[in-house]
């Protein structure tokens, strides 16, 4: 009996060498999910592989899709980003640009990549844990937030502009701005504009 992944592919015209491609793996994975000898698969793989197959992630892993309940919403397309690091809520801590995982977020963020939080400085909109979508762009307009790098450290913060200065705002009273005037700007960068958050209960 034919596999209902390989059946699903056939429907769309693919290829295993477009799921392949799609999902970033090579044919004789592919071959081997419909044949069902690997059992488990990575969450980000599952995402890109229903993405390309036009189906539901509960589809990938079963066959089945599962319903969504009365008062409930269905859940948005979804896209894999790639996780890069922690950034600080409060003193900027040290940037580290390796990715420690993917994460599954709307598509119609248009994220480049998250930051996972660390501290209280943005309170109460942003929590210490929390995970953060961020489109990576070199600007943003006044009052927005914005994961920003000083130097080889990196915060996110509220950014304002003014001729003689830039400040980088917390939400939190408790704590002060940052402020950088004169050369001081010139060690800053704009990473990108927060786009999405991600919050587990």
Not at 39 to 47: E, F, G
Not at 73 to 95: H, K, Q, S, T, Y
Not at 166 to 185: D, K, R, T, Y
Request: aromatic share 6%; charged share 25%.
């Amino acid at each position: 009996m034919e596999n209902y992944l390989a059946k699903r592919r056939k429907q769309l015209n693919l290829t295993q060498k477009d799921i392949a491609q799609a999902v970033g793996v090579s044919e004789g994975t592919v071959s081997r999910w419909e044949s069902g000898s690997i059992a488990n698969m990575r969450r980000d793989r599952i995402v890109l592989y229903a993405k390309v197959l036009h189906t539901t992630p509960d589809f990938i892993m079963s066959g089945e899709s599962v319903g969504i309940p009365a008062g409930f919403e269905p859940l948005p397309e979804l896209c894999a980003v790639p996780r890069i690091g922690r950034i600080a809520c409060g003193n900027p801590i040290l940037a580290e640009e390796n990715v420690e995982n993917y994460d599954s977020i709307p598509i119609n963020w248009r994220a480049d990549f998250t930051l996972l939080c660390a501290g209280d400085s943005m309170l109460p909109r942003i929590q210490d844990g929390d995970l953060v979508a961020i489109r990576r762009q070199p600007m943003v307009e006044n009052g927005e937030i914005a994961a920003v790098r000083i130097e080889d450290e990196a915060t996110l913060k509220r950014v304002y502009t003014y001729p003689d200065r830039l400040v980088l705002q917390p939400e939190n009273p408790s704590f002060a701005p940052i402020v950088l005037i004169g050369e001081e700007i010139n060690s800053v960068r704009i990473e990108g504009k927060a786009v999405g958050l991600c919050r587990g209960f």
